[in-house]
T-cell receptor, first 116, second 114 residues
Framework: EAQVTQNPRYLITVTGKKLTVTCSQN?????MSWYRQDPGLGLRQIYY???????DKGDVPEGYKVSRKEKRNFPLILESPSPNQTSLYFC???????????????FGDGTRLSIL | GQSLEQPSEVTAVEGAIVQINCTYQ??????LSWYQQHDGGAPTFLSY????GLEETGRFSSFLSRSDSYGYLLLQELQMKDSASYFC???????????????FGGGTRLMVKP
């Protein structure tokens, strides 16, 4: 089954304790992205990756890191989490497709982080 | 800057028709998408309009007017399972090798009542 898998689904942790949220896709997609979702703000992009070893900042990258060492994996790292990073996080992937075509994004089931 | 405006909440009854509007102001525009998200779930793709007009997919249709910077999602024959949040999203680059491809609206929570 084609899917984007995030782990963990839920995490409660404390300020300053490093954490990693993993994301893996089995569709051989080139593009992967991380979003955070907060009430009334929709989905805001944190980081994205066009392919292996190619990553770049989205709209709200502060406090986050990513890496793309393999095509299927795109972990999100919070080196020193703070309470304002309490949010619902989604990983997404898509194939690049022919130029000009629209390729929908496929989302994982989300990770709810609470930073105390 | 980029902004997409949607109503925060819409309520309708089972069997009815509902329209969810989206107006946008973005630095680039290359298409409008709609995503559905049930409570606790992941967003899932519904439709995409690159050109003006109506696109129909079963009970759902999506409309775009680029001159008005406006689009809407039309849901017909509403069912209880349609209760969800609906997000419009603008594609801001024409190129598939561009990074930040989508800017999302804040979402519209649709409640379908019996």
């Amino acid at each position: 089954e084609a899917q984007v898998t995030q782990n963990p689904r839920y995490l409660i942790t404390v300020t300053g304790k490093k954490l990693t949220v993993t994301c893996s896709q089995n569709m051989n997609h080139e593009y992967m992205s991380w979003y955070r979702q907060d009430p009334g703000l929709g989905l805001r992009q944190i980081y994205y990756s066009m392919n292996v070893e190619v990553t770049d900042k989205g709209d709200v990258p502060e406090g986050y890191k990513v890496s793309r060492k393999e095509k299927r994996n795109f972990p999100l790292i919070l080196e020193s989490p703070s309470p304002n990073q309490t949010s619902l996080y989604f990983c997404a992937s898509k194939r690049q497709g022919p130029e000009g075509s629209n390729q929908p994004q496929h989302f994982g089931d989300g990770t709810r982080l609470s930073i105390l | 800057g980029q902004s997409l405006e949607q109503p925060s909440e819409v309520t309708a009854v089972e069997g009815a028709i509902v329209q969810i509007n989206c107006t946008y102001q973005t630095s680039g525009f290359y298409g409008l998408s709609w995503y559905q998200q049930h409570d606790g779930g992941a967003p899932t793709f519904l439709s995409y309009n690159a050109l003006d007009g109506l696109e129909e997919t079963g009970r759902f249709s999506s409309f775009l007017s680029r001159s008005d910077s406006y689009g809407y999602l039309l849901l017909q024959e509403l069912q209880m399972k349609d209760s969800a949040s609906y997000f419009c999203a603008v594609r801001t680059s024409p190129y598939n090798n561009a990074g930040n491809m989508l800017t999302f609206g804040g979402g519209t929570r649709l409640m379908v009542k019996p």
